[in-house]
């Protein structure tokens, strides 16, 4: 922080996440301690690289203001991604009540006798935030399951458990389609032994029905025999 009689000033350091092909934003907080209106205005020493917003303004007694720098994209970065680039930033007391439309050049020229105070600002590079990089699952011992991490940065959880569930179904189909075929065959299994059951019946009914004719035959032959020998006696 620079502590001047006018303002203060957090950080000193414009610090850039360097990304190619794309605008940067960064700032800084301006803070008014004194009881007057300060006016400031921000110098670069590239000013076709970076947009200022405000460039020039009025601090009002005891308050803050936020000023945004934005760097235009890049298209190469510095081999040892250090830049010289640098801000001068000025503040002056202006007269109360003071708005950014009474601010004007000569305002902050020493020369004509102006309380001046300047602050330098360095440019630095820095290296972008770097995506933790996704763990497989179970690679640290002791560890809990961590979801799936896809290259477009969305997470496999659902994906996971939909096909859990899938797979779930399935094999409930499958035990319950065995339990029906396991109960079809056993009542198959019945069904077969009680044929050959009914099977044997009707053999031995049939052997019994054969049996008894041959007795009644035999019984009839006999009769017939004793009758013919008694009718031949008294003859």
Excluded: W
């Excluded at 936020?66 to 890049?74: F, G, L, N, Y």
């Excluded at 007391?93 to 004007?104: E, M, N, Q, Y």
């Excluded at 004509?112 to 935030?129: A, R």
């Excluded at 189909?173 to 044929?195: C, D, G, N, P, Y």
Aim: hydrophobic fraction near 35%; include cysteine; aromatic fraction near 6%.
């Amino acid at each position: 922080m620079s502590a001047g009689e006018l303002l203060n000033i957090e950080p000193l350091e414009l610090k850039f996440p360097l990304e190619l092909k794309k605008q940067i934003s960064c700032s800084f907080q301006l803070s008014n301690k004194t009881e007057n209106h300060v006016a400031f205005k921000v110098k670069t020493t590239n000013p076709k690289k970076y947009c200022v917003r405000p460039n020039t303004g009025i601090v009002l007694p005891r308050s803050t203001c936020d000023v945004i720098v934005t760097m235009q994209a890049q298209k190469e970065a510095p081999a040892d991604l250090v830049c010289r680039d640098k801000f001068l930033l000025q503040s002056t007391v202006a007269s109360p009540g003071a708005t950014p439309k009474d601010i004007t050049g000569d305002m902050f020229n020493k020369e004509s006798g102006n309380l001046v105070e300047e602050c330098k600002l360095k440019v630095i590079y820095v290296s972008p935030p770097q995506p933790p990089s996704p763990v497989a699952e179970g690679s640290e011992e002791g560890s809990s399951p961590r979801p799936l991490i896809f290259e477009n940065g969305s997470f496999g959880g659902s994906e996971v458990s939909r096909k859990f569930v899938d797979t779930y179904d399935r094999s409930s189909e499958a035990r319950s389609l065995i339990s029906k075929l396991t109960e079809e065959k056993a009542a198959a299994v019945q069904h077969s032994k009680r044929i050959r059951q009914e099977l044997e019946l009707l053999r031995h009914d049939s052997n019994k029905s054969r049996g008894g004719v041959s007795v009644v035959i035999v019984i009839v032959f006999g009769l017939l025999g004793i009758i013919l020998g008694y009718t031949l006696k008294r003859t």
